[in-house]
């Protein structure tokens, strides 16, 4: 059942375009009536959705404050300045450039700016949890750039500093990029920095998955070591969709001129006055405890999902993300990942390291905790979640059992309202 409370913000789109205002609608629905666990995603605040889609989505404003190629900057000059002093002070560093579109254009940038055509870009391959942009070969980080990968340990699963040393030393890459989306411990930014610094090699932390954890001071802080930081904003971050690159005072101009005007015309103000809301949120104690919850969750989830049997990449977490090895349960991740959307718990199908399958039909089973834990949800629920979810996983060709259980689920998640929703 469905209690409409009144959406004055989407009065408008309802009247003109009663189309995309019953998507919305649906969509919204959906967010409240399901335990979302995918590491990446969020709940924003009312306030961010409200600054994202305010009047300054009206606004063109090329270059960068005080320093524009359009008039009419005087409101705009002051918004995008003080974003900039937020991310300054948040994250302790010298310059913040807040006009990335998102994480993918960002790190382009990084590599536009520090480094020429061709030369090396070291990532975590893409099988053990690195990103696309850390010059893997479909995408364009890997065309233009030579690509050098170092993999996670095959027994522990766990980055091995003295290998990723080795590679460094033997390759001499150009830049050291450290982050990943399905790495589910802490990195040692210290160590990165320091087998850059021997390699001759900038050290790139992309910190998009983590920021909001750095934030609340439940994961080391790059910024005393790494020549430039990149975060997206809407992840743990809890902020809108868009990107944030941090650095050191010496790259900042290449950096700037790297988004603008090398990579990307207009910013956008709109976005970038959700960043700066974001930002004030994450400076505050809620948000600090936000952080040591997402982590506390996460760890109780991942013991009682091995307490069930789930065999985890790692063997569990020290972040926001669980990597569920599923072929002890003989049930492949696609599978998995569909039965459990049936049932009202919405994770991703990942690939392991060293799967034995291939990447469109992977082992794994991704999840996190961020947006539970931003809906309330501590401990005891986390243990719900476990029994649901070994409940599906040995349900998966059980339609009936699969809609009874997302019938609990819309029930459970009916006591933990969503930020931002008028639905309830
Ligand atoms: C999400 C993510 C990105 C890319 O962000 P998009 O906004 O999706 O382009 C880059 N690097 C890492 C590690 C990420 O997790």
Redesign the pocket.
Known sequence: MTTEVGDPYLAEVERTDPQIYRLIKAEEQYQVDSIRLIP?ENYTSRAVMEATGSVLANKYSEGYPGKRYYEGQRNVDALETLVQERAKGLFGVGHANVQPY??????LAVYYALLEPGDKIMGLALPHG?????GWGVSATGRFWTSVRYEVDPKTHLIDYDRVRAIAKAERPKIIVA???AYPRLYDFATFGEIAKGAGAYFLA????ISGLIVAGVHPDPAPYADAI?T?T??TLRGP?G?MILCKQEHAEAIDKAVFPALQGGPHENTIAGIGVALREAATPDFRAYGRQVVANAKVLAAELRERGFDLVTGGTDNHLILIDLTGKKVIGKKAAKALDRAGIVGNYNTIPFDPRKPFSPSGLRIGTPSVTTRGMKEEEMRRIARWMDEVVAHVDDGDALDRIAAEVRDFCRGFPAPGMHVV
């Open positions: 990446s998102s994480g993918s254009p960002a790190n690195g990103h696309l942009t850390h982050g990943a989306t992309d910190i998009s998955h990149m997206t809407h992840k969709r990107a």
